[in-house]
């Protein structure tokens, strides 16, 4: 059975600092591995990395993915209030019946920016 | 460029009431759909997927079902809702063939009292 471990479950930080979310894996012939943001509604999409080693960045947002260890990190420098959310991973892995692609997630990690 | 629809916003129903909640998509065609639930403080859970007009895949057995009466519409349903039927619902599409990248709708937050 496929799984995703996001640790910490949930971080409090001010604003300005630098945090790192993690996320490992266990999947069948993984294809690639998503990031959301969760506020109070829907997942938003940030990152999805296919490719070890290769950071992809978006504004102070940074991912990064080690197919060999297993595991993806999140990165945001100087965090602001407005990055308060749940920060889901998910990963694809073996094609199902139906070739429709599944996402398993991870718990998610919430992460708190204190003024 | 693609939008998400998804209704009601909210839903309190009483225990055994029928549910239907409704998911359409606009701005691309034959779309993979999944309907996820997320409970308090957990990850979403895969509950259906579907490659295809009638072709509705299940993850998990329950009293929910779903339904692709047109190639955009997604709708969940349940005949008699069981308390442990609250949640968040969520939608979601990808595009098939490569593109793996799945878009959320708004969802809907349902109690079941």
């Known amino acids: 059975e496929d799984k995703v471990v996001q640790s910490p479950l949930s971080l409090v930080v001010h604003e300005g600092d630098t945090v790192t979310l993690n996320c490992s894996y266990e999947?069948?012939?993984?294809?690639?591995l998503l990031w959301y943001k969760q506020e109070k509604k829907a997942p938003t999409f940030l990152f999805m990395l296919?490719?070890?080693?290769i950071e992809k960045k978006s504004g102070r947002l940074s991912s990064i993915l080690d197919k060999k260890e297993l595991f993806s990190i999140l990165n945001i420098t100087a965090t602001q209030t407005g990055d308060s959310a749940v920060y889901l991973c998910?990963?694809?892995?073996?094609?199902?019946?139906?070739?429709?692609?599944?996402?398993?997630f991870g718990s998610g990690t919430q992460l708190t920016v204190l003024p | 460029s693609q939008t998400i629809h998804q209704w009601p916003a909210t839903l309190v129903q009483p225990v055994g009431s029928p549910l239907s909640l409704e998911c359409t998509v606009e701005?691309?065609?034959?779309?993979?759909l999944y309907w996820y639930r997320q409970a308090a403080g957990r990850g979403l859970q895969l509950l259906f997927y579907?490659?295809?007009?009638?072709?509705i895949s299940s993850e998990v057995p329950q009293n929910l079902s779903a339904s692709r009466p047109q190639d955009r519409q997604f709708i969940l349903s349940s005949k008699k809702l069981l308390l442990s039927d609250s949640g968040f619902y969520l939608c979601?599409?990808?595009?098939?063939?490569?593109?793996?990248?799945?878009?959320f709708g708004p969802g809907t937050r349902l109690t079941v009292l």
């Open positions: 979601a599409w990808s595009v098939r063939g490569p593109g793996d990248t799945q878009y």
């Open positions: 999947v069948t012939n993984f294809r690639s």
């Open positions: 296919t490719s070890s080693g």
């Open positions: 998910a990963v694809y892995g073996a094609l199902s019946s139906g070739s429709a692609r599944q996402l398993t």
């Open positions: 701005g691309t065609s034959n779309p993979n």
């Open positions: 579907s490659v295809g007009i009638g072709q």
